[in-house]
């Protein structure tokens, strides 16, 4: 018996560890790979146990089960004269729906220019990424993982200037204009 074992031993990790990796987008971990290291640039990176943490302390229901509903949260910030390339931002855009990521929004608003992909199995979002590119200010490249609902898109309140749209979204995607 141990002799199996031992034959299975690393075929199941490497099982294991493709299962880990399979919900991270290759084409976002290299552009936060690419920028994470310039001296100006704040990122945040909140995974499982804090999330759940922050959910134990969350003072409303509803926030609390959005933050059990999340796996993985990452902010990467770029300020004022740390402008990211308008053809890197183009060419993550384009990957990222390669990677099944689809189009769920996207606004213009006095050079403000905010996009958001969602990437969904079955009726579940798994993945959320917003970029928010405000010229001569900053940009915002966010991302989460988890399993929500699109009404959960709703409410969402993440204090990142550009994410307020969300509230604007039907409860249901049926309700909402089809490309």
């Known amino acids: ?3 199996i074992s031992r034959y299975l031993l690393l075929p199941l990790c490497l099982l294991l560890s493709t299962v ?3 919900g991270q987008s290759p084409s976002l971990e290299a552009f936060y790979q690419r920028y994470e290291k310039l001296e100006a640039v704040s990122q ?3 995974q499982g146990w804090l999330l759940e943490m922050a959910a134990e302390y969350s003072d409303e ?6 933050l059990k509903e999340l796996s993985y ?3 990467m910030i770029f300020p004022e004269g740390q402008a990211v390339e308008k053809q890197a931002v183009k060419d993550l ?4 729906k390669g990677e099944s990521f689809g189009e769920l929004m996207q606004i213009r608003d006095e050079g403000t220019r905010v996009d958001i992909l969602t990437r969904e199995e079955n009726e579940s979002i798994t993945g959320l990424v917003a970029l928010i590119n405000e010229p001569n200010e900053q940009f915002i490249l966010l991302s989460l993982e988890g399993s929500l609902r699109f ?4 409410r969402l309140r993440i204090n990142v200037d550009g994410m307020e749209h969300l509230e604007k ?10 490309p």
């Open 1 to 3: 018996m141990i002799s």
């Open 20 to 22: 880990t990796l399979w």
């Open 44 to 46: 945040v990176k909140l």
């Open 61 to 66: 229901a509803e926030a609390e089960r959005l």
């Open 73 to 75: 949260v990452r902010v």
């Open 93 to 96: 855009v384009k990957s990222l």
């Open 151 to 154: 009404k959960d898109l709703r």
């Open 169 to 178: 979204l039907p409860e249901q995607r049926a309700e909402g204009p089809r």
